[in-house]
């Protein structure tokens, strides 16, 4: 199995990350570390270096701090993620996220810098990780005219089923998380989505399968798990073809 979005960077794991990556190595091929910002996309940086073939980078800025951050550290960020494109397998996360910021200005903060990272997936040929929340169809809609990158994926999408048949038609694909295992909305996208666009993913330190007991890669699982069951195939089956859709395309 493959965890394709995680933050094993964040502080939540300060105390016991050498346990937390010695689990997520037990049960997994490969985790996705995603970079948020710009110490971030640093910490990824120096955590592959500990982790070489199995911790791999993608460098992005979130949308929410997109909205607020200084112009400098965007541009900083960005700088970095260029210096550096050659250690990265992904652009992103990026996005637009509408539900946390409703303020105008600040979403057209978010929109600009999105473009931007789209252009850089363009450039790199690189996957694009997208971030999208309470904006699903504007983020479709704003990656559809980009119709060179070959390789998309919504991150734990949580938007409406019609919008992810547009996005599976398009050939982009969907990263399933560990919401799937408590929430009806996103087991029923598991029912109706190909599992040949099917990622997964943890989002940890967020949304745990556990109650009280903080996400970690390793309970990937608990979604495969539950996305065999909603498609009545064996969990040995959605391993196999989540994990070679993440090997191809991240190039692993």
Known sequence: MIDTHCHVDFKEYNKNRNEVMGRAKDKLNAIMN???????????????????????????????????ADQSIIKQALDEINDNIDLAVGIGETGLDFHEITDTNAQKRQINLFQTFIKLSEEYELPLIIHARGAEKKAFEMVKKASSIDNVVFHCYGGDAETAERIVLEGYHISLSTIVCFSEHHQNLAERIPLTNILTETDSPYLSPFKGIRNEPAFVEEAVKVIAEKKSISMGEVDKKTEKNAKKIFKI
């Open 34 to 68: 995603s970079g948020a910002s710009l110490g971030g996309n640093r910490r990824t940086l120096n955590l592959q270096k500990e982790y070489p073939g199995f911790l791999y980078s993608t460098l992005g800025f979130h949308p929410s701090k997109a909205s607020k």
